[in-house]
């Protein structure tokens, strides 16, 4: 049996997809089936913007690509909605086609890739070809013309394969032609976080906690030649980290990672991660105000928080700070705190990635939308994506007040930022820098 696994369009092209690689390694250790990874995000994105690769390689013209990526990212996702074909569409078809393939599987991990799916989905059917579809992003659209399998068991259960081997050695090593440097591997340690407490929060998917043996982290390490990893874990906690940091620095390999900033990152932990070659951290703060992070329930405080950075700094690290502002019930002062927190903390952080609070449908927000002063809960229809979701209060910021704001403060906040906030969208760049 041969087995065509496709990455769709459109999003940032920086690294390879982990989850078709993880998907492959599935497969290959179960069965003798020909597997192959069509990345059409990255062919796209060649095919689209040829000179892109050389400026993020060079540093040179950087913002002028995202300048030109948005305006034509928003006019492909208006064709596919008018019911037109998006660009390179039939070139993407036939490609599939002439693959000859048993098997079609699509892994939609961001909302970005719902409308050039929705559009293959759409031509591969009127052509008889029945496709399956996974990933967090698979909404109802997408089930129009694809069946929905939600893992890798079903996925092997679908192909006739029992999954008695669970061994996952993930193999990087072909990928060629991303928009950066070198490659940077994406790394899975674990299947969810073992928090899973943060209420705006719904990654972890009320999984139960498990982890990836370190001899798969390791063997799939070699195994890619990695020099300079991304551990793509939403977190991790002391104990496990320090036990990966230790295959890092054996290897001599360069990484980055997320943590949620608490005090089990005293000094000398800190020290320890970046002598095993920790270099970016991608830190969860989310607010300066304790009474926002107490609601969030994110387990840590300012005080910790403000520690934890100034240490990580003070080691070699890079410090990056995801915000959210207008989380439910916020106040103007709130939100003040959180813009004086970061220019408190200036000396200790390299980029903000700032974000208003957008509702989950599954979150503790959404579930008890009551203690978090919210008093309705409203749905719009779109035409590809699932429902808009808004929601009104009983006291704060409204969603469109918070915006307001952060555009208010834009330049106070950007002021903080010691690398070029188009880093936001190209995290893995960070590892380049000196």
């Known amino acids: 049996m041969k087995i065509l696994l496709i990455y769709p369009a459109s999003c940032s092209p920086v690294s390879p997809p982990y989850s078709v690689t993880h998907l492959a390694s599935a497969i290959k250790a179960n069965s003798e089936y020909d597997v ?4 059409l995000n990255i062919v796209y994105h060649r095919k689209k913007f040829p000179k892109a690769k050389e400026a993020f390689q060079n540093n040179k013209d950087i913002e002028k690509y ?3 990526s948005t305006e034509v990212y928003s ?4 064709k596919v909605i008018r019911g037109d074909d998006p660009e390179f569409l039939k070139y993407f078809v036939d490609l599939i086609v002439s693959k000859k393939v048993d098997c079609i599987a699509f892994s939609v991990v961001y909302s970005s ?4 799916s929705y559009a293959l989905l759409k031509e591969l059917n009127k052509k008889g070809i029945k496709c399956i579809v996974g990933g967090p992003a698979v909404n109802h659209k997408l089930l129009e013309f694809g069946k929905f399998l939600k893992n890798e068991d079903e996925l092997l259960k679908e192909i006739e394969l029992l999954n008695n081997n669970k061994e996952r050695v993930l193999d990087f090593s072909d990928y060629k032609n991303y928009f950066i440097p070198e490659i940077v591997v994406p790394i899975k340690t674990v299947n969810t976080c073992y928090y899973q407490k943060c209420s705006f929060c719904t990654h972890h998917g009320n999984l139960k906690y498990e ?5 798969e982290i390791k063997e799939s390490l070699v195994k890619s030649k990695a020099k300079k990893v991304f551990l793509i874990d939403d977190m991790n906690h002391k104990v496990r980290l320090l036990k990966i940091a230790k295959i890092m620095k054996e290897l001599n390999i360069e990484w980055m990672c997320q943590l949620k900033p608490d005090k089990t990152w005293d000094e000398e932990t800190l020290k320890e991660l970046y002598l095993s070659g920790l270099r970016v951290v991608l830190w969860g703060i989310e607010s300066g105000s304790n009474r926002i992070l107490k609601l969030i329930k ?5 005080e910790d928080i403000e520690e934890v950075l100034k240490n990580s700094k003070e080691m070699g690290i890079k410090n990056v700070v995801y915000m959210i502002f207008g ?3 916020e106040s103007e002062e709130e939100f003040l705190e959180s ?3 970061l220019e408190r903390n200036s000396n200790n952080i390299d980029l903000v990635s700032p974000a208003t609070f957008g509702l989950q449908e599954g979150s503790d927000v959404y579930n008890n939308p009551k203690s978090y002063g919210i008093n309705k809960i409203k749905k719009m229809e779109r035409t590809i994506l699932d429902p808009k979701i808004s929601y009104e209060l009983n006291y704060g910021l409204s969603q469109i007040e918070a915006e307001k704001l952060k555009r208010k403060y834009k330049n106070r906040i950007n002021s903080v930022n010691k690398v070029p906030k188009w880093m936001n969208l190209f995290r893995e760049h960070m590892l380049f820098l000196d």
Not at 36 to 39: A, R, V
Not at 211 to 215: G, H, P, R, V
Not at 298 to 302: M, S
């Open 36 to 39: 192959e990874i069509l990345d």
């Open 66 to 68: 995202f300048i030109e």
């Open 75 to 78: 006019l492909e996702n208006k």
């Open 113 to 116: 890739q719902c409308f050039y």
């Open 211 to 215: 982890e990836s043996s370190l001899e």
């Open 298 to 302: 994110k387990g840590t405080n300012v």
């Open 327 to 329: 989380f439910p019930s």
């Open 339 to 341: 813009v004086i927190f």
